[in-house]
């Protein structure tokens, strides 16, 4: 029984693992809390306690929801079940047991921390995404806090041997002064946190039984809308929909599984988003359970697979795990006419995606991506790799795509290498990638094709005493040239210059202070005009139309400030401010900027958790100071914890975009004038968009894969000067799920 409480018979006679140290912000200090964790395992189940002291009054903790207790104390139990130092699952838990779990795949992703301010901890992020099923508890004491863990064979995978050995580390994040402690003496100046694990040998008679999980699901909407203003508004509702999921571990360390019909409406609306560039895609997250299971065994550099490409499969099945040294990742899917391009097909999507262990940490694997419907198709083949050797590391991939349309096929390639030293007081990044224009990935997410990035990163860290006030100190300097990718391929200048002088300080208790000086230099990018037009009368009525030139080169040069408070208990907050000149995107001149970014977290009570976002940015012409675009965009979640297993939820969002008439600024002066696709010509007039939302949502989740939803969503816009001036409503839904978990035994 999971109860939070270690006095069962079996806990007096578990391994007790002691002696945390710190790891972050800085390694080989003695963890000034004192930890201990307690392991056993039965037939069926791996079990951990643990009890952490601390200082009365100092722990922080809520009743979250799940995965959402970064800003909690908690521990972290880090389970290599493979032993190969290269991806571990994570099963953390606050001191109330509210669960959040994972998985940690070691790929050598770039370590920084951009605007924000953010000391380098030295591990890749966990991600959150995957859910698995297990037991915790928790509870606060007088001397701290306790909990318990069960964590079923079920639920794990791992080798198919008679004696198991798995890697295992513990790490206690302490919020009231933002250190993390580790059982095991991790080091920073290493390109692999999970290769200094300890380890959990001669497990034996693991039970795992028959493990097949059924998730049968009902869902039922009702959509409102208005089609014109002089009519009511309406209502269609949709019978309930069935459909469902099965998985089947066929091995345990294999797994098979398919859908059909699948519910992959989201509960939470993507936040909107603006990119600084226009021409670099926004990227969003998958947040569909169905693709988020074993996502890590499809995981590739340059994001080659980004499954929100399946917009709405009528079947999927997937097939993941490790077999004979392998990684193994198979997907197959048959997507929804209406995400077809004739409205009439249904797109099939195959991928694949192998991976092979190297001596102890390093790792080569190759993807295949296909998608296919009405004789058109697009394949990407790739191979990549990731080699380590103590502080040093380096990724390499090379890709092709392969297109064919209406009988033509054309071919482009993409390719990156970089290096990693990850030391302790000298970090360092060289980096040269490539994408040609025509690379086409339809599975796959490229934010800007036709580029070419040489970039390197340099960063020193000086480390304080224990107990002094600045903990951490880190200067970096960053440089990047961007180049077309013709101009790399024919030793043409870069066409971007960028020079960022970037320091982050860590103070104790947990405070960032950040400080960054940017100088850039970038070259006009007529592919982003080409449907900019410039007409000048000519006399006698006559009109010239010009095209548009743009300035050559734009110099730049901004400062950032940032500031990040610690967890406090009962609020945390982060600011970022940016000011100086920059691009004017809109006409290709330089503007003077303002960047406005503000988080903002309270938790006025255990159970009730308010968090704010607040992003403004203006770009005013250099030349007269007048307004040529704003966007502001505050966001508010409102979340009430009504058990760990009920919550219910509030999100509103209100985004604001002004543009003033466009011209040809600091040049001609001439209106811009805009190309259609049917040749004529439109002024760029000024436009006022403004968009708001509002989603409410009731949650029953006692575990992943059974859950009950019922929610409403709300949309309203306004559109200057060709629409409403005021919010209305555009579109509303009403929305509940119901999906249960039969797990076999």
């Known amino acids: 029984m999971v109860d939070g409480t270690l006095d069962e018979a079996e806990w007096s006679t578990a391994a007790v693992l002691t002696g945390f140290s710190q790891f972050f912000p800085n390694d080989g200090v003695a963890a000034q809390d004192s930890t201990e964790v307690l392991v056993w395992y039965s037939a069926t189940a791996l079990h951990v306690g643990v009890r952490a002291y601390a200082v009365p009054g100092s722990v922080r903790a809520t009743l979250a929801d799940r995965d959402r207790i970064t800003q909690d104390d908690n521990i972290q139990l880090f389970l290599g079940t493979y032993n190969d130092s290269r991806q571990a699952l994570v099963f953390a838990v606050n001191p109330f047991g509210v669960q959040s779990d994972g998985v940690l795949t070691e790929t050598g992703a770039a370590s920084g921390f951009g605007f924000a301010s953010s000391t380098a901890k030295a591990r890749e992020a966990t991600d959150l995404a995957p859910d698995y099923v297990w037991r915790s508890k928790g509870r606060l004491t007088a001397t701290g806090y306790e909990v318990e863990i069960a964590i079923p064979f079920k639920s794990l995978r791992y080798r198919n041997l008679d004696v198991q050995t798995w890697q295992l580390n513990v790490v206690r994040t302490v919020q009231s002064t933002g250190h993390e402690q580790t059982w095991t003496a991790a080091k920073r100046a290493s390109a692999s946190f999970l290769a200094q694990s300890g380890t959990l040998t001669g497990l034996r008679d693991l039970q795992r039984g028959v493990t097949v999980d059924l998730i049968p699901t009902v869902t039922s909407s009702a959509f409102g809308s208005q089609r014109s203003a002089t009519e009511p508004w309406r209502y269609v509702t949709q019978t309930p929909e069935f459909g469902g999921s099965a998985r089947w571990g066929i091995t345990s360390n294999l797994t098979l599984s398919g859908t059909a019909n699948p519910d992959f409406s989201q509960v939470e609306a993507d936040a909107t988003q603006f990119s600084p560039d226009p021409r670099v895609a926004v990227f969003f997250a998958e947040r569909r359970p169905f693709f988020l299971e074993s996502q890590e065994q499809f995981s590739v550099p340059n994001q080659l697979i980004y499954t929100r490409r399946i917009t709405q499969p009528v079947f999927a099945a997937k097939l993941a795990g490790k077999q004979r040294g392998f990684d193994i990742g198979v997907l197959s899917a048959v997507d929804s006419r209406q995400a077809s391009i004739t409205q009439r097909d249904n797109p099939v999507f195959g991928i694949v995606r192998m991976q092979r262990d190297l001596g102890k940490q390093s790792r080569i694997g190759m993807v295949y991506t296909d998608r296919s419907e009405s004789g058109s198709w697009n394949r990407v083949v790739g191979m990549d790799g990731r080699f380590v050797r103590g502080v040093y ?57 036709g580029i070419v990035n040489l970039q390197a990163t340099h960063r020193w860290n000086r480390f304080g005493a224990p107990g002094a006030l600045i903990e951490v100190f880190s200067p970096e300097i960053y440089v ?42 970038f070259g006009y990018d007529r592919d982003l005009y080409t449907n900019y037009v410039l007409l000048r009368p000519a006399g006698s009525g006559r009109v010239d139309t010009l095209p548009y030139t743009g300035t050559k080169r734009l110099p730049n040069s901004d400062g950032v400030v940032s500031v990040g408070t610690p967890e406090f208990k009962r609020f945390s907050a982060q600011t970022v401010y940016v000011w100086g000149q920059d691009e004017n995107f809109p006409e290709w001149s330089s503007a003077n900027v303002v960047i406005f970014n503000q988080t903002l977290t309270l938790r006025p009570t255990e159970q009730l958790r308010v968090s704010g976002t607040w992003s403004y940015d203006t770009f005013r012409r250099k030349t007269d100071g007048t307004l040529v675009l704003s966007r502001n965009t505050p966001r508010v979640r409102a979340e009430y914890q009504i058990t760990r297993q009920v919550f219910v939820r509030v999100i509103g969002e209100h985004s604001v975009v002004q543009q003033d008439s466009l011209r040809d600024d600091s040049r001609t002066e001439l209106p ?39 929610g409403y969503g709300d949309q309203l816009r306004a559109d200057e000067p060709t629409g ?14 119901v999906s249960y978990l039969f797990r076999l035994r």
């Open 724 to 737: 409403y001036r005021t919010l209305r409503r555009s579109a509303d839904v009403f929305f509940a799920k």
């Open 393 to 449: 590391s380096a990724t390499a991939q090379v890709a092709r795509s392969y297109t064919g349309t209406a009988g033509a096929t054309r071919t482009a390639p993409l390719w990156n290498i970089a290096g990693v030293r990850n030391g302790q007081t000298f970090y360092a990044r060289y980096a040269l990638s490539g994408i040609s224009r025509d690379f086409d990935a339809q599975t796959g997410f490229i934010a800007r094709p």
């Open 672 to 710: 811009v004038y805009l190309r259609q696709s049917d040749g004529s010509l439109r002024r760029a007039n000024a436009f006022r968009r403004t968009r708001a939302r509002l989603d409410v949502l009731f949650s029953y989740l006692p575990s992943p894969g059974t859950v009950f939803y019922v």
């Open 480 to 521: 990047l040239g961007r180049y077309q990718y013709a101009d790399f391929v024919n030793r043409r200048a870069a066409q971007d210059a960028q020079l960022h002088l970037r320091t982050n300080t860590r103070l104790r208790g947990g405070w960032q202070v950040g400080a960054q000086w940017l100088r850039e230099e």
